[in-house]
């Protein structure tokens, strides 16, 4: 038998110990003030170390109203665009499409992604914008 | 933590992998308050990519 109070016998308990709040803080047990409580197999509650959290929102001002609505809309738009666009990649590999059709389809995605980079231009919105970070869903579109 | 746990998938992937295996939905729900029936909801939901299995609904057009 050691003199740990970890090892003692419930007839060998010493006496209640009362807990302050400081030694909860500090990580230390009134009853093994050597021990810390990473030493105990259970370790008793610690304080919360607050987490910054960065947060983010739309952001919609007077001045920036039309950029900002732009920029929803057209984070809409490249969400189709790219699903589009990876459908489109499944449906060559099916390869039950004639060229002219795989053609056409391939012109048309090319097109609308120019028409795309053109608008966000306008708008000065670069393509990292169009992104939306969906916390545990993770990105929205994936990032480069 | 392996590669593949720390991999980020992004949504538009997952939306794209869904529809490639393809997802119905059914569900019959009707909403009734004191024995009042006041919504019903027939839920009969296909959605997929167009492949042999699902053929598009449209005559292929010229």
């Known amino acids: 038998m050691t003199d740990d109070p970890r090892h003692r016998t419930p007839e060998a308990a010493p006496d209640p110990v009362t807990v302050t709040d400081a030694d909860l803080f500090e990580g230390r047990s009134p009853l093994d003030p050597e021990a810390s409580f990473d030493a105990r197999p259970a370790p008793a509650a610690r304080p919360a170390e607050p987490r910054p959290k960065p947060r983010r929102r739309l952001d919609l001002e007077p001045d920036t109203v039309e950029r900002d609505l732009v920029k929803l809309v057209l984070t809409v738009v490249e969400l189709l665009r790219q699903l589009m666009e990876r459908q489109a990649v499944r449906r060559f590999d099916e390869g039950d499409l004639t060229e002219e059709q795989e053609e056409r389809v391939g012109l048309t995605l090319m097109l609308l992604e120019d028409r795309m980079a053109e608008l966000r231009n306008r708008y000065g919105l670069r393509p990292e914008d169009l992104n939306l970070d969906l916390g545990p869903l993770g990105p929205l579109l994936p990032r480069d | ?62």
């Not at chain 2, 538009?12 to 295996?21: F, I, S, T, W």
């Not at chain 2, 729900?29 to 042999?52: G, H, K, Y």
């Open chain 2, 1 to 62: 933590m392996t590669v593949v746990e720390r991999r980020e998938i992004a949504l538009v992937d997952l939306l794209d992998r869904l529809l490639a295996g393809g997802v119905v939905i059914t569900g019959d729900i009707t909403l009734r308050i004191a024995d009042v029936d006041l919504v019903r909801i027939d839920l009969n939901a296909l959605i997929s990519s167009v492949n042999q299995n699902v053929p598009s609904p449209f005559e292929e057009s010229p």
